[in-house]
């Protein structure tokens, strides 16, 4: 009876040892595939909210979108204020400095070139900014570069 059964035991057990063996594989390969897509994930977590928090644009482009796009454009397109590209060509970096710190105490020292814009532009008053200097020069340096 032992003897007659032996081979066929060898027999399912070589079945059951290459079942194992693959199982294991399987298991193995399941894992790694997990693993690397869960590294995926992961990366995907943490590179995409870096790739948005690290700005990619300018302090001066920053700026200049959230305070004066409401009243001017970065071509030569007039708004409510004129087209800020070339403006650099035009006016010094001083005086584009006094002109966004206090527009309205430029126009009132005299100034020829502020009057003036300010009587073009039908006196409309543009809103005075306590930028400091670094702020002004990434301002005046994405002006420059517009
Ligand atoms: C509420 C509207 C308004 C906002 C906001 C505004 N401006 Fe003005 N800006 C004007 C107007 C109007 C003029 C034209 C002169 C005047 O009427 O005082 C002007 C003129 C200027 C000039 C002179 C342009 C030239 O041709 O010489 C510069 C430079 C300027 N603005 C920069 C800025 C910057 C930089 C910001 C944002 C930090 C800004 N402005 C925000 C309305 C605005």
């Given at each position: 009876?032992?003897?007659?059964?032996?081979?066929?035991?060898l027999?399912m057990?070589?079945?059951?040892?290459?079942?194992?063996v693959?199982?294991?594989?399987?298991?193995?390969?399941l894992?790694a595939?997990c693993l690397?897509?869960?590294q995926?994930?992961?990366?995907?977590?943490?590179?995409?909210p870096?790739?948005?928090?690290?700005p990619?644009?300018?302090l001066?482009?920053?700026?200049?979108?959230?305070?004066?796009?409401a009243?001017?454009?970065?071509?030569?397109?007039n708004?409510?204020?004129?087209?800020?590209?070339?403006?650099?060509?035009?006016r010094?970096?001083q005086?584009?400095?006094?002109?966004?710190?206090?527009?309205?105490?430029?126009?009132?020292?005299?100034?020829?070139?502020?009057?003036?814009?300010?009587?073009?532009?039908?006196?409309s008053?543009?809103?005075s900014?306590s930028?400091?200097?670094?702020?002004?020069?990434?301002?005046?340096?994405?002006?420059?570069?517009?």
């Amino acid at each position: 009876m032992i003897k007659s059964n032996l081979p066929q035991f060898l027999f399912m057990s070589n079945i059951l040892n290459f079942d194992w063996v693959a199982g294991k594989f399987l298991l193995i390969m399941l894992c790694a595939t997990c693993l690397a897509c869960s590294q995926k994930e992961t990366d995907k977590q943490t590179t995409l909210p870096a790739q948005t928090n690290t700005p990619k644009i300018s302090l001066g482009e920053q700026l200049f979108t959230s305070n004066c796009t409401a009243c001017h454009s970065n071509t030569t397109e007039n708004g409510v204020g004129p087209g800020l590209k070339n403006v650099t060509k035009r006016r010094s970096k001083q005086w584009i400095s006094a002109f966004i710190k206090n527009s309205q105490a430029l126009i009132a020292s005299g100034d020829k070139e502020a009057v003036a814009l300010f009587n073009q532009y039908n006196k409309s008053v543009m809103t005075s900014f306590s930028f400091n200097e670094a702020e002004i020069d990434s301002l005046y340096t994405y002006l420059e570069k517009l």
